[in-house]
């Protein structure tokens, strides 16, 4: 793990959190929408992992906050995949084009 | 000459990469869930290379196992694993990777810059047993707070996903 200097760790995060942005801007269907977001907050965990295992190896703080930041987007994708089954059932269709009710 | 951990990083970093591309770029929905799936399992990897096994296994338990199986049910549900999306604007597309790269480079310039403290030498993985009582420890660094904040969340979570996805029979609708 040493030989790695931090910053190819963070560089590689920084890649793989504008992937799930790329995937933000040009996906119009909601569940790839979703796994754009997951992909985000993947990269945001091993973010703090890395910063937990470099710069303070002795304590756990790091850690933790990944592990809650998984546990919300376990929440999150809940939730959002109730909401897509819900707007399935009454559009026929899950893009965002579609469900245009409350734009104006 | 690399040594061996530093060679395991640089490939399972690509791979991660790779996949999530794929993930983001391919027509077929189902697909993208597969990519997205290995793309997660290699985020563990990255967990066990950073000698955080705790954290490796929530992952592998909570994404690959939870997450990704849940997401691919709801294509099931709603899309039917053949059919491919349409192409998005070309416009749209080029637009979206000029700021993408714009963004990606400017991140990673100010990267370069910043001065990172000095990496601290090396200590044995916290163990596991240090976790669960740093987890329900109520004395100062410990988490019993979030901890039974989350529990809350993935109670009203647990309701919120069946009323919203409830199905209400016709025939009760109007009242």
């Not at chain 2, 080029?94 to 200590?123: D, K």
Request: aromatic share 12%.
């Amino acid at each position: 793990m040493s030989h790695i200097p931090l910053q190819h760790v963070l560089i590689f995060s920084t890649a793989l959190f504008f992937i799930g942005m790329f995937g933000m801007f040009t996906r119009r269907n909601l569940i790839t929408l979703l796994m754009s977001v997951e992909l985000m907050l993947n990269s945001v965990n091993i973010n703090l992992a890395a910063f937990n295992k470099y710069l303070y190896p002795q304590q756990t703080g790091g850690l933790f906050l990944a592990l809650f930041i998984i546990i919300i987007a376990a929440a999150e994708a809940a939730i959002a995949i109730a909401i897509i089954i819900n707007l399935y059932r009454s559009h026929h269709s899950i893009d965002v084009d579609d469900a245009t009710e409350m734009k104006y | 000459m690399m040594p061996a951990s530093a060679i395991f990083f640089y490939v399972i970093a690509a791979a991660i990469l790779v996949t999530a591309i794929l993930s983001v770029t391919t027509r077929r929905i189902f697909r993208a869930a597969i990519w997205l799936l290995f793309s997660l399992m290699g985020i563990a990897g990255i967990y066990f290379w950073l000698d955080m096994n705790f954290l490796a296994a929530v992952q592998i338990v909570v994404y690959v196992g939870g997450i990704v199986v849940l997401i691919i049910f709801s294509v099931f549900l709603t899309q039917g694993s053949g059919q491919s999306l349409p192409l998005p604007a070309k416009f749209r597309l080029f637009i979206s990777a000029v700021a993408v790269s714009l963004g990606l480079a400017f991140t990673i310039w100010i990267l370069h810059g910043y001065g990172f403290l000095a990496t601290a030498p090396e200590v044995p993985a916290v163990e596991m047993r240090e976790i669960g009582k740093t987890m329900l420890s109520v004395q100062s660094g410990g988490y019993a707070l979030p901890f039974e904040l989350v529990s809350i969340l993935l109670l009203a979570a647990m309701v919120a996903c069946i009323a919203i996805a409830m199905k209400i029979p016709a025939d009760k609708k109007n009242d």
